[in-house]
């Protein structure tokens, strides 16, 4: 048996320590067969990545170094900028316009205030989501009739074109409009800072909950009753059932889960597009990219790549400190 | 934990668990309810106003009133130029090839990356995350760039590669995560019963993999059912989608904001989708449980 | 674990010069070049098929007017190319297509408030010379619209102006002045109703709303050669006058989160006794099953300080791309779409305002459109929105600190001094 160690357990070894132990060749030399199998397997993902994301990324970098236009005041005719070095980052960071601070109604002055929006957009939906979605999974992963009714319902706000859904609830919020009818407001959703976050709040968290939802029930889906039933056995309370073998076997699906909801939510645009226009202190930095692309496609290049290297940063800690094994080949703390 | 006391609670608990049974259950069906209702009211709503008569649009009655078809008359009205049957199609082809490509490419990186042991893994997942990290708004432009200058503007691979690629990161992740929980044991086990590697993953993992590989597909193809950002700008009348179909939709006049006939294009393509998932679910969930090992 | 972030950098950097190679060969990626290169002097006699380019066509005008072209030039046919009803979208889609000097987009329908851009980024064709455009039928105002820099790079094809929408039976007469109006709001206080609206919601349509204050009471956003000068006394009355009436309810506070459809919308159902908006309205409001107002209300020139206040301007116009092969048909098609005929056409079938004057005082058009002698005067005193290469900053600068005024977060003043600040950063940038 010693030939044949299960390669869960190898992998597991392997990743763990991520250095290949001195003098165990016949692992090496299976590495080196797994290896190649891994770049043919891996050969389609990533050529497509590379094309239509990693070129236009690129692309966009390349442009944050120029320019934009500017105005040749003798022609009235736009011209090439040149080479720009960090002046369009600067510009967002710094909140510079020619060498002032931008002043209000410019869309550099927006930079930091659309961060902490697009932040706090970010995790208070995420965490909504995460609770919310949980509980559904909970209670889809039940048997009782009229499931399959439940979980195809849970389906609906997901599977309305985000453009209609933030329409519809433009509408729903308007203030002659239902939300207001119905518990008798006089709210004016759209009007004033927090009104319009929680509006924007709640489109966001109806919309999207599904897909926690499911990805969560999936994982859930993967455990198997004897699990339970040996618990309960054993006196465990539903709370512990829940702490001690839902949450953890749940833990990579839900992390995954959590990951991609962040990264999407970090890049929120539609929603509050459609609801406020970014008006109200809801702008989010890709509303402020899709506002400066209009403005100088360089400049929102530069922006882009911000936002990208913050996502990274994000994603890097919640990955590299929460959830290792989302990603990781670190290690399969699943199912034993 | 003696045996005698584990049967003890066993038999303690039988009487117990009758009474909690109906609880539980009560308590089920009231979330149910509850998770029903959160779900289906403003969907409700959708429905409500897309019956409604268009010089009623803004009369906030909760129930139908002035019900009419002609919203749904308007959304395929082809004298407005509106074609939105050939948008439908459109729409299941692009997203219906993106999401078969993107499960069967999916699938194989997951399974490199879940099962197989190699150098870089680390990166290749890193690389695969970072691909939904750019704001999408910023793609379009050099992607419309790239795609003019190889003449593929218009065309459904125009659409249906970067749909690909915007919903492959998550569908690698969700395998993945969803690979390294199954019992590869049982593979080793159906191997050594004779079974080739293929065989094994085949006739064993697979139907295992079958829930999650279907909310993976589920989740692919909604992603791309609801792409609008690429396809607004890279398609043509010809392979226009359903969502930008759905935004170029116009009112009466200048001004006019087309919120009913937004509504019943709205409803047209969200209940086909879900009808869809209901019929699959089952079908998946049946084959599951007559196909599983145990 | 420590070099995991350079596990992840690694590919990134190899994936960049892999791109670095192709946008090398990729061109096309830069945008704006100055004044179209060679593009604006070829092709100025070239013939045949070519594409229109527009909005979603609402009320079926463009598709029976292509039609009847293609009957009477069998070589010279024309595409419509149909876009999104969102001006957003059309603008975009403009933007892409221009920047990849795509040839099949010949002509273009442009909102009044793009020309400027498209014509200063090189891609409209200056219409002179062999391709002079006549507009002395056209209202004065529409043609300012279409000319950036003294050249005409447009043929205005359809127009539009505010009008002031009043309840005859509360109002007999209706105001000629804004402060008459003022003085009329006890009679909407009696009625229990709002007394006047516009569109104040924080978008396109709020600039549209401060710029006629300001524009009404003398004042002015960009001068003629561009530059900023919205902090004057003049700018300070006429937003004052807006900020006064939010402050004393007679706009009410709801009017903050109106678009044109809200306020119509709060106008039909009776809650309004004055509001601003589009002539669109006004066949709506007759006609909508939920209108209240069906018989009760009449229309009026917007009030000013003395008379007529001075409307901002809608409507489009339409264009010939630099990059088109074929001109001399583009020409002809555009003169085609804004010839008489086609105006009363746009009139009748599509309610789009004509930009030929005397239509407005023709028999037919103002038997279907009684609002066309009002909107007339509307027009006639018109200020279009700043003609400016910069208008996407301009707007915002405009909208955000007008916003920020009539919510009573900043003086007018201060509101003032910023929108002057940021459009002097959007002008020098």
């Given at each position: 048996m010693s030939t044949e160690v299960p390669a869960r357990t190898q992998a597991k070894a392997a990743s763990t320590s991520r250095h290949q132990m001195p003098g165990r060749e016949s692992a090496d030399r299976k590495q080196v067969t797994q290896g190649r199998w891994a770049s043919v397997l891996l050969a389609p993902t990533l050529i497509l990545l590379a094309v239509v994301i990693i070129y236009p990324v690129v692309n966009a970098i390349i442009m944050s170094f120029q320019k934009d236009a500017g105005l040749d005041t003798a022609t009235g005719f736009f011209v090439q900028g040149g080479a720009a070095g960090f002046d369009n980052y600067a510009h967002w960071i710094a909140q510079q316009c020619n060498g002032v601070a931008c002043p209000p109604g410019t869309l550099g002055s927006q930079f930091w205030g659309a961060m902490s929006t697009t932040f706090f957009f970010a995790i208070v939906t995420v965490a909504l989501e995460t609770v919310l979605g949980f509980w559904m999974a909970i209670i889809m992963a039940r048997t009782f009739r009229g499931r399959s009714i439940v979980r195809a319902a849970v389906l609906v706000p997901w599977a309305i074109p985000t453009a209609v859904t933030a329409k519809l609830w433009f509408f729903i919020f308007a203030f002659e409009g239902i939300a207001n009818k119905l518990f008798g407001q006089q709210i004016l959703w759209t009007g004033s800072e927090w009104p319009a976050r929680w509006a924007i709040i709640i489109s966001d968290v109806w919309k999207t909950t599904p897909f926690m939802a499911l990805l969560i029930l999936a994982g859930l889906q993967l455990i198997p009753d004897e699990v339970y039933e040996a618990a309960k056995v054993d006196g465990a309370s539903a709370w512990q059932r829940f702490t001690q073998i839902t949450l953890p076997l749940v833990r990579p699906a839900l992390m995954v889960a959590i990951l991609f909801r962040m990264l999407d939510a970090l890049r929120m645009f539609d929603l509050p597009y459609i609801m406020t226009q970014g008006g109200n202190n809801t702008t989010t930095l890709s509303i402020l990219v899709v506002d400066q692309i209009r403005q100088g496609f360089n400049s929102a290049a530069a922006l882009s790549t911000i936002t990208f290297l913050v996502i990274f940063i994000v994603a890097f800690i919640f990955v590299r400190f929460l959830g290792a094994n989302a990603v990781g080949a670190a290690t399969s703390s699943g199912k034993k | 934990m003696s045996a005698a006391t584990a049967t003890a609670t066993r038999t303690a608990e039988i009487p117990v668990r009758h009474k909690k049974y109906d609880w539980g259950m009560t308590r089920t069906y009231i979330a149910a309810a509850v998770i029903l209702i959160w779900c289906l009211a403003p969907f409700y709503w959708m429905v409500v106003t897309a019956f409604r008569d268009v010089g009623y649009t803004f009369d906030p009655t909760f129930f139908f009133t002035h019900v009419t078809w002609d919203n749904f008359?308007?959304?395929?009205?082809?004298?407005?130029?509106?074609?939105?049957?050939?948008?439908?199609?459109?729409?299941?082809?692009?997203?219906?090839?993106?999401?078969?490509?993107?499960?069967?490419?999916?699938?194989?990186?997951?399974?490199?990356?879940?099962?197989?042991?190699?150098?870089?893994?680390?990166?290749?997942?890193?690389?695969?995350?970072?691909?939904?990290?750019?704001?999408?708004?910023?793609?379009?432009?050099?992607?419309?760039?790239?795609?003019?200058?190889?003449?593929?503007?218009?065309?459904?691979?125009?659409?249906?590669?970067?749909?690909?690629?915007?919903?492959?990161?998550?569908?690698?992740?969700?395998?993945?995560?969803?690979?390294?929980?199954?019992?590869?044991?049982?593979?080793?086990?159906?191997?050594?019963?004779?079974?080739?590697?293929?065989?094994?993953?085949?006739?064993?993992?697979?139907?295992?993999?079958?829930?999650?590989?279907?909310?993976?597909?589920?989740?692919?193809?909604?992603?791309?059912?609801?792409?609008?950002?690429?396809?607004?700008?890279?398609?043509?009348?010809?392979?226009?989608?359903?969502?930008?179909?759905?935004?170029?939709?116009?009112?009466?006049?200048?001004?006019?904001?087309?919120?009913?006939?937004?509504?019943?294009?709205?409803?047209?393509?969200?209940?086909?989708?879900?009808?869809?998932?209901?019929?699959?679910?089952?079908?998946?969930?049946?084959?599951?449980?007559?196909?599983?090992?145990? | 674990m420590r070099n995991t972030f350079s596990k992840y950098a690694a590919p990134l950097a190899t994936a960049s010069v892999l791109a670095l190679a192709l946008s090398a060969c990729g061109g096309g990626s830069s945008s704006g070049g100055g004044g179209g290169g060679d593009a604006g002097s070829q092709n100025l006699d070239g013939r045949g098929p070519i594409t229109y380019v527009q909005g979603k066509d609402n009320s079926n005008v463009v598709r029976p007017l292509v039609d009847k072209w293609n009957a009477a030039h069998p070589n010279e046919q024309v595409t419509f190319k149909e876009q999104s009803d969102q001006a957003d979208q059309q603008h975009d889609d403009l933007v892409q297509h221009f920047q990849a000097q795509d040839a099949n987009y010949d002509v273009v329908d442009v909102d009044v408030i793009w020309t400027a851009e498209f014509a200063a980024k090189g891609w409209l064709q200056p219409l002179k010379d062999k391709l002079s455009f006549d507009t002395s039928a056209m209202l004065p105002a529409t043609v300012k619209t279409a000319t950036y820099n003294g050249t005409l790079y447009a043929a205005p094809q359809t127009s539009d102006g505010g009008l002031l929408y009043y309840r005859k039976d509360l109002v007999p007469n209706p105001p000629k002045t804004w402060d008459e109006m003022m003085s009329m709001c006890s009679i909407a206080k009696q009625n229990n109703i709002s007394c006047y609206a516009g569109q104040f919601a924080q978008y396109e349509g709020l600039t549209v709303n401060a710029a006629e204050a300001i524009n009404t009471w003398g004042g002015k956003i960009v001068d003629d050669s561009g530059k900023a000068v919205v902090n004057s006394p003049e700018s300070k009355a006429g937003l004052g006058k807006l900020v006064d009436a939010f402050k004393s309810g007679n706009i009410a506070q709801q009017a903050i989160t109106y678009q044109e459809e809200q306020s119509r919308q709060a106008f039909e159902n009776g809650q309004l006794l004055f509001l601003r908006n589009w002539p669109y309205v006004y066949n709506l409001a007759k006609t909508d099953g939920s209108s209240k107002v069906k018989d009760t209300f009449g229309i009026a020139p917007l009030p000013g300080k003395s008379g007529p206040g001075a409307s901002s301007l809608g409507g489009h116009n339409v264009a010939m791309s630099v990059y088109s092969k074929h001109k001399a048909t583009a020409l002809d098609f555009m003169k085609f779409m804004t010839s008489a005929e086609t105006e009363k056409f746009y009139a009748t079938q599509g309610s789009l305002a004509p930009v030929l004057s005397n239509l407005y005082s023709d028999a037919d058009l103002t038997a279907k459109l009684p609002y066309l002698p009002t909107l007339l005067t509307s027009i006639q005193n018109a200020v279009p929105r700043p003609v400016t290469p910069f208008y996407p900053a301009v707007t915002k600068a405009v909208e955000d600190n007008a916003y920020a005024a009539l919510k009573g977060d900043k003086s007018v003043d201060q509101a003032l001094s910023d929108m002057q600040s940021a459009l002097q950063a959007a002008g020098a940038k």
């Open positions: - | 008359a308007t959304v395929f009205d082809e004298r407005l130029g509106n074609h939105f049957a050939r948008n439908l199609l459109n729409s299941v082809i692009v997203a219906g090839i993106t999401t078969i490509v993107a499960l069967v490419v999916g699938v194989f990186a997951a399974y490199a990356l879940a099962r197989l042991n190699f150098r870089f893994k680390f990166a290749v997942m890193g690389f695969i995350l970072g691909a939904s990290m750019f704001p999408g708004v910023a793609l379009v432009t050099p992607l419309f760039q790239l795609f003019t200058s190889i003449g593929w503007m218009g065309t459904y691979q125009a659409l249906i590669i970067p749909s690909i690629s915007f919903t492959l990161p998550l569908t690698v992740y969700t395998l993945t995560s969803f690979f390294r929980e199954m019992p590869w044991e049982l593979e080793e086990s159906a191997r050594i019963d004779g079974c080739t590697q293929g065989q094994a993953f085949r006739k064993v993992i697979l139907p295992l993999a079958a829930p999650a590989t279907f909310t993976t597909a589920i989740l692919a193809f909604i992603s791309a059912w609801n792409e609008f950002l690429i396809a607004s700008q890279l398609s043509s009348d010809a392979t226009k989608t359903v969502t930008v179909a759905i935004a170029s939709f116009a009112g009466s006049q200048p001004h006019v904001e087309p919120y009913t006939a937004v509504m019943a294009a709205g409803t047209i393509v969200t209940i086909p989708l879900v009808i869809l998932v209901l019929v699959f679910q089952r079908k998946i969930v049946a084959g599951l449980t007559a196909g599983a090992v145990k | -």
